[in-house]
């Protein structure tokens, strides 16, 4: 794939509205059923083209949580990178995965940045594969409490592959999300044609 086509490739192919039902229902125990949207922002933030993500429990699409920002960049010809943000008021936000219109104001001044929270993405035949930086370790507050996720995944045109768990950051120890394996999701609702010029 020629460099110049692989941002707007990772971009199209992210955009989108994924759910891992057939996953869940051949191993309930394992895996819930979710629905994650990644819904291109309307506008560039910085000049960077970005994704609004959050995620749901299949039954309670009503209670959408896990809010985030993914922002594109292009490091190199050959080096593209994820670097997650954080949303000063997710609940602000909530829901906006479904409704566009919601994601009209979100500008820089509602992120926070989130060191060691990047990915870099390398090309593996039909996927791109995401994962951190050897050493990075990715910090979040959640309800007053230092939180670790290691991050990491993989996509093609039509699925995603979420590595995501997140960690003790005292012990080490999983906690919950990709605990027995990735969760694969497959797309159901392309939203490539969102993505601003």
Known sequence: ??????????????????????????????????????????HRLQGHLALFAEQA??????????????????????????????????????????????????GWDDLDWLPGCALTLTSQGNSFVAQPEPGDRCYFQYDGKTRQVVLGFEVTSNSFHSYDRGVDPETGQSLWGALMGPYDYAKCVDFAAELPA
């Open 57 to 106: 429990n299949a039954l309670f699409l009503d209670k959408p949580y896990r809010q985030r920002v993914l922002i594109l960049q292009e490091l190199s010809s050959e080096r593209i990178q994820v670097q997650y943000l954080a949303l000063k008021h997710p609940e602000q936000f909530c829901g906006a995965g479904a409704n566009s219109e919601q994601l009209q104001s979100l």
């Open 1 to 42: 794939m020629a460099s110049n086509l692989i941002l707007p490739t990772v971009a199209q192919w992210l955009a989108g509205v994924f759910e891992n039902r057939a996953q869940s229902m051949a191993q309930p125990a394992w895996f819930v059923h979710l629905r994650l949207w990644h819904r291109p922002l309307p």
